[in-house]
């Protein structure tokens, strides 16, 4: 699935080792990033940290120098991987477990992004991991959102709590939350609607959610797919709403990888699960430096 992010690097490396001026390398490589879903503002900042490294420095023996592109490819993408502050999930739940009190998570991102059944992969891995889960189906808007999110939710055996459809969402959350508190159950997940993040609607439903239910942690489901505007849903998301982490789904499909650097790049939160197939099972921690040896896995 990193296949053609791996093939950018290497063309990068191999033209750097043929040219006398690195122009012409690094025009090609900015080209070759945005067109494996980089967005233009990561690409940029990638080929400028390049050059930075570069300059003063003579360009010896082509082993030195194929060793210092790779080291210096190696730093920037560690750099934009390596988020502000990590979240370490099944940590933060032990710890407000401790407190008997419910950790409390809220899903956004727009419709199609694979939220609803991220969430219900959540709810399989944190199960696994031996904790109590119930969801909240907060998404009162979109037609069969409620009996979307109960039917993946019933299949790995997690209660959800709803209303009709057209009541007020952050009500819901409210009331999943009063569950877990008397029920004492570890975890709760609240959906939320997906409309487009220019309905400012959607904005001020999501903010009256997170007012409400107060979350620990609030995380955006981005399409790895979605090339530039999975980077601009994350900057709206983050000016309005604010991120925490971040999920990155489909990577299995036809995902060239540049996603998860514009996603890291633009929020500077951690990118905690990338899903891989349509089962529950399918989602798994991201590392970050299999990642990066994955796609530097220069010969």
Avoid: W
């Avoid at 900015?30 to 570069?54: Q, R």
């Avoid at 080291?71 to 502050?85: A, Q, R, S, W, Y």
Wanted: with cysteine; hydrophobic share 40%; net charge neutral.
């Amino acid at each position: 699935m990193l296949e053609k992010l791996k093939n950018t690097f290497s063309l990068f490396v191999k033209k750097t080792l043929t040219e006398k001026k690195m122009d012409e390398a690094i025009n090609d490589l900015k080209l070759l990033l945005v067109s494996n879903d980089v967005a233009m503002d990561t690409a940029d900042e990638i080929c400028n940290k390049i050059i930075d490294s570069f300059k003063g420095e003579q360009i010896g023996r082509l082993t030195s120098t194929k060793k210092m592109v790779f080291d210096t490819l190696k730093d920037v993408i560690t750099g934009i991987l390596t988020p502000e502050n990590e979240v370490d999930l099944l940590d933060e739940i032990k710890k407000k477990s401790k407190k008997n009190e419910p950790y409390v998570i809220v899903f956004i991102g727009v419709n199609g992004t694979g939220k609803t059944t991220t969430m219900a992969k959540i709810a399989y891995f944190l199960k696994k991991n031996g904790f109590s889960i119930v969801a909240a189906a907060s998404d009162t808007f979109r037609a069969a959102a409620i009996e979307q999110l109960s039917y993946h939710m019933n299949n790995v055996g997690i209660r959800v709590i709803k209303h009709s459809y057209k009541s007020d969402p952050a009500s819901v959350a409210y009331d999943a939350i009063e569950h877990a508190k008397a029920k004492n159950i570890d975890v709760v997940l609240i959906d939320s609607a997906g409309r487009q993040v220019s309905d400012k609607n959607l904005m001020i439903e999501i903010q009256k959610i997170c007012r409400i239910a107060q979350p620990d942690l609030k995380i955006l489901i981005a399409d790895s797919l979605a090339g530039n505007d999975a980077l601009y849903q994350a900057r709206e998301f983050d000016k309005h709403v604010g991120i925490d982490a971040n999920i990155l789904t489909k990577l299995d499909a036809d995902a060239r990888g540049g996603a998860a650097l514009s996603i890291s790049f633009e929020t500077k939160k951690p990118l905690l699960f990338i899903g891989v197939g349509q089962n529950y099972e399918d989602l798994i921690p991201f590392d970050r430096d299999f990642f990066i040896s994955s796609i530097l896995d220069i010969s």
